[in-house]
C-alpha cells in the first residue's frame, strides 16, 4: 500500500479510567503502629511508585510525607497532594526529554540520512545528511521552496506502522519510500521506529542505503 505525505492529525487522550475512582482501605505500619488509609486506587498505584523511587516501602513514604504536613489529623489528602506533586514533577521532566526539539537533536547525531515523519504523514525535521541524500538524487537546492516541491511516500500505511510498532513493542519496520522532485525520483529503504515522545505521535525514519 502506498501512503503518500500531508497535512496534520488529532491525538486522542484516554482521561480517566472506572477503576481509578474506587477506593481500597489499606493498613500502613508507621513506625511501628498500624495506621489504616483509604486512597483511589490510582493514589495507591503512585504512592508505590513515589515509595520505590525513594527506595523506601510505602509505610516510610508515608511517614515522610507525613512528618513533612506536620503529621496532619488528614493524612489521605496529604498523600493525595504528595502523589500529585510527584506526577506533575515527572511529567514536566519527561516534557522536557520528549520534545521536537530532542528528536530534531537524535536526528543531528545521526550519520546516515534521516528524518522525522508525523502521523500526518508531514516531513518535522531532518538531519544534514538527508539534506545532502536530497541534493545529490534531486535537482533541487533545499530551501523552503524546494522543500514544498518533494514529494514523499512510503510503501506501507503510516498508520499500519504505528500500529505494528506498537504491537511489537517498537521492534523497527522496515519499509520502502520514495522521493521526488519534478521528473526526478529516489527509492530507498528506511528502518522506522517510534519517536520517545507522546504527541503529536513521530516516526523516526533512518535510511539505509543512501
Known amino acids: 500500500m502506498n501512503d503518500n505525505a500531508t497535512a496534520?492529525?488529532?491525538?486522542?487522550?484516554n482521561i480517566l479510567s472506572v477503576d481509578?475512582?474506587?477506593?481500597?482501605?489499606?493498613?500502613?505500619?508507621?513506625?511501628?503502629?498500624?495506621r489504616g488509609i483509604r486512597l483511589e486506587r490510582l493514589f495507591w498505584v503512585t504512592l508505590?511508585?513515589?515509595?520505590?523511587?525513594?527506595?523506601?516501602?510505602?509505610?516510610?513514604?508515608?511517614?515522610?510525607?507525613?512528618?513533612?504536613n506536620g503529621d496532619t489529623s488528614n493524612l489521605a489528602s496529604a498523600i493525595r497532594v504528595a502523589c500529585l506533586r510527584w506526577m506533575a514533577d515527572q511529567n514536566?521532566?519527561?516534557?522536557?526529554?520528549?520534545?521536537?526539539?530532542?528528536?530534531?537533536?537524535i536526528l543531528g547525531a545521526c550519520p546516515a540520512p534521516a528524518f522525522a515523519l508525523s502521523s500526518a504523514k508531514k516531513i518535522?525535521?531532518?538531519?544534514?545528511?538527508?539534506q545532502i541524500l536530497v541534493r545529490r538524487q534531486l535537482p533541487?537546492?533545499?530551501?523552503?521552496d524546494a522543500q514544498r516541491e518533494l514529494r514523499l511516500s512510503l510503501d506501507l500505511n503510516v498508520a499500519d506502522i504505528f500500529a505494528?510498532?506498537?504491537?511489537?513493542?517498537?521492534?523497527?519496520?522496515?519499509?520502502?519510500?520514495?522521493?521526488?522532485?519534478?521528473?526526478?525520483?529516489?527509492?530507498?529503504?528506511?528502518?522506522?521506529?517510534?519517536?520517545?515522545?507522546?504527541?503529536?505521535?513521530v516516526l523516526l525514519s533512518f535510511v539505509v542505503n543512501g
Open 124 to 130: 518535522l525535521a531532518f538531519n544534514p545528511a538527508f
Open 48 to 68: 508505590k511508585q513515589l515509595a520505590e523511587q525513594n527506595r523506601m516501602t510505602i509505610g516510610e513514604m508515608v511517614e515522610e510525607i507525613a512528618q513533612a
Open 164 to 201: 505494528r510498532l506498537s504491537a511489537n513493542e517498537g521492534v523497527p519496520i522496515a519499509s520502502g519510500f520514495v522521493i521526488g522532485a519534478a521528473e526526478r525520483r529516489y527509492r530507498g529503504q528506511l528502518n522506522i521506529v517510534r519517536a520517545p515522545i507522546k504527541a503529536p505521535k
Open 8 to 13: 496534520a492529525a488529532p491525538v486522542g487522550t
Open 20 to 34: 481509578d475512582l474506587l477506593t481500597d482501605f489499606r493498613v500502613v505500619v508507621r513506625q511501628g503502629s498500624r
Open 92 to 105: 514536566a521532566e519527561l516534557n522536557q526529554l520528549a520534545s521536537l526539539r530532542t528528536v530534531s537533536s
Open 140 to 144: 533541487v537546492s533545499f530551501g523552503a
